[in-house]
């Protein structure tokens, strides 16, 4: 916060309370001794207010109110650094440090033990899965299927790898996975027609004609499978998709086919090892690998 607005918050906060105490010791000064029948002259609809003095209750709790507000101000952080030095960052860096060391031998029992071995063990998957919905079902769903442009980790179709090694090495280190834009190259005939022929490799009913099908396999050999394939199934050490599953992570419309070829995409896996540390991600790695192996693990 800049210096202005911490005057400022400071300026306002001690004004508002001195205008509260000099208001109480006014209406303590003017305000009857006694109770008494008469009113204060008000009526609003047939009701009167008896002009008598304020409860005592009510003026002990009000200055109770103001010391806790003094009180409080010299304590936490506010108009100043408090005299506690409390700050929900050092609160939160003291409870996370505190979970950390409760539940590190379990963490480091289930990292002694590989993937593969994990998917017989329910707790196990059971902590994996609470730590995905906390950190991964924004982006992949709930159900870890996914959404448009966020792959479903449920089937069996792995863009970068799907062995224990290849999923753990994905959420330590994060992915990057770029599709360059070809419109400015094969011109807007050619999206055409090569987003028909990369359809068609998953057996779409394209609606094109055979010459045009055998124009968009020329540009694809040419341009497209030096990373995905001469028979277009994709590469894992570069992240490029197999085109032959039906397994389309930004539609399979032509439309969307030719946006993709046209404009290229971005897909970004963010690292995970630094945020989660390495345990945690093995125990993740072990529920999203038992995902796609449910009958190995059972």
């Known amino acids: 916060m800049s210096s202005f607005w911490s005057g400022w918050i400071f300026v306002l906060t001690f004004a508002c309370l001195a205008l509260v105490v000099g208001l109480l010791i006014a209406s303590t000064k ?55 030095g409390w700050t929900q960052i050092n609160q939160l860096e003291a409870e996370t440090a505190k979970h950390t060391r409760q539940y590190a031998p379990l963490f480091q029992q289930y990292a002694a033990k590989s993937i593969e071995e994990l998917q017989d063990n329910p707790k196990a998957l059971k902590m994996g899965q609470r730590i995905f919905l906390n950190n991964c079902a924004l982006c992949h769903g709930s159900d870890a299927r996914g959404a448009f442009g966020f792959p479903n980790l449920a089937d069996d179709d792995w863009l970068w790898g799907g062995t224990p090694a290849d999923i753990k090495h994905t959420l330590l280190e994060g992915r990057r996975g770029q599709m360059p834009a070809w419109g400015a190259v094969i011109g807007e005939t050619g999206v055409r027609n090569v987003s028909a022929y990369a359809r ?93 192996h449910k009958k190995d693990s059972q």
Not at 56 to 62: E, R, S, T, V
Not at 245 to 251: A, K, R
């Open 30 to 84: 003017t305000q009857r001794k006694q109770t008494t029948s008469e009113t204060t002259g008000h009526n609003y609809d047939g009701i009167e207010e008896y002009d008598n003095p304020m409860p005592q209750w009510w003026l002990g709790l009000f200055v109770a109110t103001l010391v806790f507000t003094a009180a409080y101000l010299i304590l936490f952080p506010g108009v100043w650094k408090g005299a506690l």
């Open 200 to 292: 068609s490799l998953s057996g779409i009913d394209t609606g094109f004609s055979d010459a045009d099908l055998a124009k968009g396999k020329k540009v694809f050999e040419t341009t497209c499978s030096a990373c995905h394939g001469a028979e277009g199934k994709g590469n894992k050490l570069l992240g490029a998709p197999d085109l032959t599953n039906g397994v389309w992570l930004y539609g399979s419309s032509q439309a969307q086919v030719m946006y993709t070829i046209r404009n290229g995409r971005n897909g970004v896996m963010p690292p995970w090892k630094d945020i989660l540390g390495e345990e945690k991600v093995h125990l993740v790695s072990a529920y999203v690998y038992s995902l796609s």
